[in-house]
């Protein structure tokens, strides 16, 4: 595919369920970004891979929210425990190297707790 | 929270009206980009202005970077059915180096046929 894949689109957990959300950013992009997005309000940053490492992780909300990166391509972004308050839709973007460069976003996966 | 502001939040016109959104920030920027997202879509990349001044054209939309890089602004001459969603500034990491884009809040674009 030549877009950001982003799965699962919509995804419903009860409170205090863990949750799983993966991207698959566009091949060869060294860039990765992780962005919450809650209704009416622009993308927050959560944070920021350049390869495999986590060069940023400050947006992070709570120490329940983690994400990795181990090979460099896919990401996935756990969230523990989830509250309401997670609720959003989390969007990934990617882009081709690091520093004023596009990013291509996915369609994001968006999360609803009850 | 947000560290530039994005006016109107909201605007409506009638299609063939102009429209115009401001970005504004208390710090000086290295960059800026600005990003379009259609209802239930997702933010799709539109430009990048880097110098101080800067001006570039895309068909109808013009996009201007103020002289102090505190400033952006995006202007679309004679608005059309296709130009409705939220238009999005967003300057690169306000932190020297820093990757992350920093969203404004937006200015949701409507439009009346």
């Known amino acids: 595919g030549a877009g950001v894949s982003q799965s699962p689109r919509y995804k419903v957990a009860k409170r205090g369920q863990d949750v799983a959300l993966r991207c698959d950013p566009i091949s060869g992009h060294v860039s990765l970004f992780w962005y919450q997005q809650a209704l009416g309000q622009g993308p927050e940053f959560l944070t920021y891979f350049q390869n495999e490492a986590q060069l940023d992780k400050s947006g992070l909300p709570s120490d329940r929210f983690f994400a990795e990166r181990p090979e460099g391509s896919v990401s996935t972004l756990k969230i523990q425990r989830t509250q309401q308050e997670d609720s959003a839709v989390y969007l990934c973007?990617?882009?081709?190297?690091?520093?004023?460069?596009?990013?291509?976003f996915g369609d994001g996966t968006r999360l609803s707790i009850l | 929270g947000q560290q530039v502001m994005q006016i109107p939040q909201y605007q409506h016109v009638q299609e063939g009206e102009d429209f115009t959104t401001y970005c504004n920030s208390s710090t000086t920027l290295s960059n800026i980009q600005w990003y379009k997202q259609r209802p239930g879509g997702h933010p799709v990349f539109l430009i990048q202005?880097?110098?101080?001044?800067e001006v570039k054209k895309q068909k109808r939309l013009t996009f201007q970077f103020g002289e102090a890089k505190k400033n952006s602004s995006l202007h679309i001459t004679a608005t059309q059915t296709t130009d409705v969603g939220t238009y999005f500034c967003?300057?690169?990491?306000?932190?020297?180096?820093?990757?992350?884009?920093?969203f404004g809040q937006g200015t949701r674009l409507t439009i009346n046929p």
């Open positions: 973007a990617s882009s081709q190297y690091r520093g004023r460069q596009p990013q291509h």
């Open positions: 202005l880097v110098k101080s001044g």
């Open positions: 967003a300057p690169e990491g306000l932190i020297q180096g820093a990757q992350k884009l920093v």
